[in-house]
């Protein structure tokens, strides 16, 4: 079973090294030394842990609304480049870059220009899954 340090499993779950420092500390992931001394998370309980903390509807002000896209990339909109019909959108999301195609006029209707906070919603029929060789 694969571990990840401290400062990779916060990269992977979009938190600092600190917040799951504390989250250690608190007992709500558990943690145990590799052989050169630092502290690692197992991987399975690491997986666990970021369905637990993913957003969740059953808390109050979240979005009643169900959904079948599984997939959300929230970020900044970093580049708007729109024609008379189409628009393409840019956002970083982390350190992931999305890029939507979308009518120029819900692009206008949702106001997106560089700086606002939106997210990409992708419902894919075809998910790629790809791992570091060795």
């Known amino acids: 079973m694969p571990h990840y340090r401290i400062s990779e499993a916060a990269g992977l779950l979009g938190v600092s090294d600190d917040t799951v420092r504390r ?11 590799d052989d050169a001394g630092r502290k690692v998370v197992d991987g399975a309980d690491l997986a666990r842990h970021a369905q637990e903390i993913a957003v969740r ?3 109050p002000g979240a979005d009643p609304v169900g959904r079948s896209a599984r ?5 900044l909109v970093t580049r708007v480049t729109a024609d008379g ?9 982390g350190p992931y870059r999305v ?4 009518s ?13 906070l939106a997210t990409a919603v992708v419902k894919a029929t075809t998910v790629i899954v790809e ?4």
């Not at 120029?104 to 606002?116: H, K, M, V, Y």
């Not at 791992?131 to 060795?134: A, E, H, K, S, Y």
């Open 99 to 102: 890029v939507s195609l979308m």
């Open 85 to 93: 019909v189409m628009a393409q959108v840019e956002l970083q999301c």
């Open 57 to 59: 509807t059953d808390v």
């Open 104 to 116: 120029s006029e819900a692009a206008e209707e949702l106001r997106l220009e560089p700086g606002s």
């Open 131 to 134: 791992t570091p060789r060795g």
């Open 23 to 33: 989250w250690v500390d608190d007992g709500r992931l558990a943690a145990t030394t």
């Open 71 to 75: 997939n959300r990339f929230t970020g």
